[in-house]
């Protein structure tokens, strides 16, 4: 395109080509600023905001009423591009004519694209916090100035879409949040430690699943669980005190269903201490033995951690809705779900599980999913059921026979051992491609 012999820049339009490069630069800084405002890290920002930083506070204000904040940068970027626009066709027409426009139309398509869109949004992604932190007091300011057009805007577009049936109050609610907080966590295994950062991740998860988790699914199931009849003589007692690895015994009178108190090694010790010069037959184990607190099996963990806390005691016995007793829980069945198995000298790593040379396991029925999964990392369900020999019965629909084989979830399970309907014994082997299922 000829452009004219008595071609020339007055004053005038120099003055307006400036104008509009201050106005490309102008709507660039409000791109780079939305981009900057919501791309950056808001945990981030409220720490340092705790720290004292008026900036990251700032900022942390700004997102809080991100309504506010993305209509009066859209508005300022509009604003800034539509009179640059503007401003360039009226300085081309006058320059070289009627074929100005499409000129302007070009020149001003690129150099916005460029310069005000793609440019600052760039820079601005890949320093999100340190861009944040320096355009938040100056965003503010835009804020309260353009605060009732950004009022009117919402009030246009709110009554706009309500005649579409579209509501917009609507943030995100508590199961998203926890979705985006589990996205977050597995995202925690960027930086190169990955043995490090899957621990940590899968303690992040255990943590987010306490209020979905029921004690049910972690307790120790009462054929587990070690008990003392409280009507024992002292010798048996202590005997059977001995053997047993834990600190709290439940007792039990006539029937185990029938707990009546929980003996804790330590009040047993100091009593057998302070009655030197009584006989043992004169001993009343009922006399040292707290009383037991039953809880239901619905239970969360979430809420039966804030329960130990809050009445300071770590043990539980867990009934069904009829008052059966099921099975108990401790503060460290709760604990372990969080940050992994804490074993000590009399601990076994999944008690009930011995691994095979062949690469089966034979299990008791009475080990829990949950432990299963967490040690060997595999994925079988634990909705309809909270042992493994509960998962066989479900899946089996049936009570099986010993010797009976079941093929599901990517295991072989054989029935090795039971006793009436109960299946206390079993073998699982995975089932590999190419092996027979």
């Known amino acids: 395109m000829d452009l004219p012999s008595d071609f020339s820049i007055d004053a005038g339009t120099a003055i307006t080509l400036g104008v509009i490069f201050l106005l490309i630069i102008l709507s660039g800084f409000f791109s780079g600023s939305e981009t900057a405002l919501t791309a950056a890290s808001k945990a981030r920002l409220t720490q340092l905001a705790r720290k004292g930083s008026t900036r990251a506070a700032t900022v942390v204000a700004l997102r809080d009423k991100s309504d506010s904040l993305i209509g009066a940068i859209l508005i300022g970027n509009n604003i800034a591009n539509i009179l640059a626009s503007a401003l360039?066709?009226?300085?081309?027409?006058?320059?070289?004519?009627?074929?100005?426009?499409?000129?302007?139309?070009?020149?001003?398509t690129v150099?916005?694209?460029?310069?005000?869109?793609?440019?600052?949004?760039?820079?601005?992604?890949?320093?999100?916090?340190?861009?944040?932190?320096?355009?938040?007091?100056?965003i503010r300011a835009l804020v309260l100035v353009l605060t009732p057009f950004t009022w009117a805007t919402r009030v246009i577009v709110g009554g706009t879409l309500k005649l579409f049936g579209v509501s917009v109050s609507a943030g995100l609610g508590h199961d998203e949040r926890e979705e985006e907080l589990r996205g977050l966590i597995e995202m925690h295994a960027e930086g190169g430690r990955e043995i490090e950062h899957e621990h940590e991740r899968a303690m992040l998860r255990s943590i987010l699943d306490l209020a979905d988790v029921e004690v049910e699914e972690i307790m120790t199931h009462r054929g587990s669980v070690r008990m003392i009849d409280a009507e024992a003589p002292i010798d048996e007692l202590l005997e059977q005190v001995l053997e047993s690895p834990f600190t709290r015994l439940?007792?039990?009178?006539?029937?185990?269903?029938?707990?009546?108190?929980?003996?804790h090694v330590k009040a047993l010790l100091r009593a057998i201490r302070a009655a030197k010069g009584e006989t043992p037959e004169s001993f009343d184990v009922m006399a040292i033995a707290s009383e037991p607190w039953f809880i239901p099996d619905t239970t969360t963990l979430l809420d039966q951690l804030q329960a130990f806390r809050e009445r300071r005691e770590h043990f539980a016995?867990?009934?069904?809705?009829?008052?059966?007793?099921m099975g108990v829980v401790t503060l460290e069945d709760i604990?372990?779900?969080?940050?992994?198995?804490?074993?000590?000298?009399?601990?076994?790593?999944?008690?009930?599980?011995?691994?095979?040379?062949?690469?089966?396991?034979?299990?008791?029925?009475?080990?829990?999913?949950?432990?299963?999964?967490?040690?060997?990392?595999?994925?079988?369900?634990?909705?309809?059921?909270?042992?493994?020999?509960?998962?066989?019965?479900?899946?089996?629909?049936?009570?099986?026979?010993?010797?009976?084989?079941?093929?599901?979830?990517?295991?072989?399970?054989?029935?090795?051992?039971?006793?009436?309907?109960?299946?206390?014994?079993?073998?699982?082997?995975?089932?590999?491609?190419?092996?027979?299922?």
């Open 88 to 108: 360039a066709t009226s300085a081309m027409i006058a320059l070289v004519g009627e074929n100005g426009v499409a000129i302007a139309t070009v020149t001003m």
């Open 111 to 138: 150099l916005v694209v460029i310069f005000a869109e793609v440019l600052p949004k760039t820079y601005a992604i890949n320093n999100a916090d340190k861009m944040a932190l320096f355009v938040g007091p100056i």
């Open 250 to 263: 439940p007792l039990y009178r006539e029937e185990q269903d029938n707990i009546v108190g929980v003996l």
């Open 317 to 325: 016995v867990v009934v069904d809705e009829y008052g059966s007793f």
């Open 335 to 437: 604990l372990e779900e969080i940050v992994g198995d804490i074993l000590d000298e009399h601990d076994v790593a999944v008690a009930g599980v011995r691994p095979q040379p062949d690469g089966s396991y034979v299990v008791e029925g009475s080990v829990t999913i949950r432990d299963l999964n967490r040690e060997f990392e595999w994925n079988l369900p634990d909705e309809e059921a909270s042992t493994i020999a509960g998962l066989v019965l479900y899946e089996a629909r049936k009570i099986p026979e010993v010797g009976q084989e079941f093929s599901f979830h990517g295991f072989r399970f054989r029935i090795l051992r039971r006793h009436r309907n109960q299946m206390t014994l079993l073998r699982m082997t995975p089932i590999t491609e190419g092996s027979d299922a």
